[in-house]
């Protein structure tokens, strides 16, 4: 590979994940607006203490399997892994699309959240792998807005169902999520992770004690968790709450509410992350801070969701939410990156991401 592809190679594998990203955040998002079409077949989902154990399985299980899922995209080929829970995940999608009962559904659901924890570990580790300081976080970034993205598509899950049939609706975003597998499988590659001498002094050392035995790691794991719980909320239950505060259809509110968070979060990502690869250069803890700006973000926001009841009030309280949470989740991983061996960063976000999603899942159920 020349000086030249080896330059491009790096974005191209952000770009590569974008695509995955967006599919991620989408099939799993799109539920969340499709209960009412979806109510008039699977009777069980008028209840919303089931559509909530629904929405709530899933990160359950996605929390559960994270630090695993983490450890395993530390030891295998993370290509491969990458593509594989791609093909499961919409594999997943498809056969929702059949399903006629609320278990049928809470299966799907969690098998969804199995194959789905797989990614994220080994996609952000092997970023991290092919960027450096200079782009790192902005890396990172973009690839985080594929998942703003997916998750603003998929509030488009109950006008795809009003127009076709909330049944096609899932037949075609599995379908879509497959045939991206089998191009990623020809176009995507893994890079070495450490060197060779590295590798072979921190096998020597259990993975676990190395990072619980570091303070700084508990104190991103309470940094990491601090807005999981209005963070997985917001993104499960805002389609209904604009719904129901505006008295609009869910067809309306689902594309409304997703697409507010989804393009401010875009814009917090890539701000972000451009203001942390440069104020890192500066000072060791410009990530910290970039990150504690847009955590700062969130307060207000979670006071204009709460006590709002006109669409500038909500819209608004979705903005600032989605700007404050990209800020954060750019710089997630290239914090960990500071203090974590590139042969355990998978690990680690593995069980970062559990500990986060397991606040929302306390707060979704």
């Not at 998750?151 to 096609?168: E, N």
């Not at 917001?234 to 968070?261: E, Q, R």
């Not at 847009?294 to 006109?310: A, E, K, N, R």
């Amino acid at each position: 590979m020349n000086n030249k592809t080896s330059n491009i190679y790096p974005w191209v594998v952000v770009g590569l994940l974008w695509g995955v990203a967006l599919l991620n955040y989408m099939d799993r998002q799109m539920l969340s607006t499709m209960r009412i079409p979806m109510m008039e077949d699977v009777r069980e989902l008028e209840s919303a203490a089931n559509f909530g154990r629904l929405m709530a399985v899933f990160l359950w299980v996605y929390g559960l399997m994270s630090p695993l899922s983490g450890s395993i995209g530390d030891r295998v080929n993370r290509k491969w892994l990458i593509v594989g829970s791609l093909c499961v995940w919409s594999g997943v999608t498809y056969l929702m699309g059949y399903a006629t009962t609320f278990n049928q559904l809470y299966w799907l659901r969690g098998i969804m959240g199995v194959s789905e924890a797989l990614y994220l570990p080994a996609a952000l580790s092997l970023i991290a792998d092919f960027h450096k300081d200079k782009t790192r976080s902005l890396a990172v970034g973009i690839h985080m807005t594929g998942l703003y993205v997916g998750q603003a598509i998929g509030g488009f899950g109950a006008t795809f169902a009003a127009i076709y049939s909330w049944h096609t609706t899932f037949h075609w975003f599995g379908i879509i999520g497959i045939g991206y597998g089998i191009i990623l499988a020809f176009f995507l590659r893994d890079k070495e992770r450490g060197n060779v001498s590295e590798n072979q002094k921190m096998k020597k050392i259990p993975v676990l004690r190395m990072l619980f035995s570091n303070v700084f790691f508990w104190i991103i794991l309470f940094y990491f968790c601090v807005p999981g719980t209005p963070g997985w909320a917001a993104k499960n239950w805002l389609p209904t709450l604009f719904s129901d505060s505006l008295s609009i259809d869910i067809s309306v509110a689902g594309p409304m509410s997703t697409i507010s968070i989804a393009l401010s979060s875009l814009f917090g990502v890539l701000a972000g992350g451009y203001i942390s690869d440069r104020w890192v250069l500066k000072n060791v803890r410009g990530r910290v801070y970039t990150g504690a700006m847009g955590l700062g973000l969130i307060i207000p926001s979670l006071l204009f969701i709460g006590y709002g009841h006109s669409i500038f009030a909500l819209v608004m309280g979705a903005v600032l939410f989605g700007i404050g949470f990209g800020m954060f989740d750019a710089n997630n991983m290239p914090i960990l990156c500071q203090f974590v061996s590139a042969r355990y960063r998978a690990t680690a976000y593995g069980i970062m991401n559990m500990c986060g999603v397991f606040a929302g899942a306390a707060i979704t159920g």
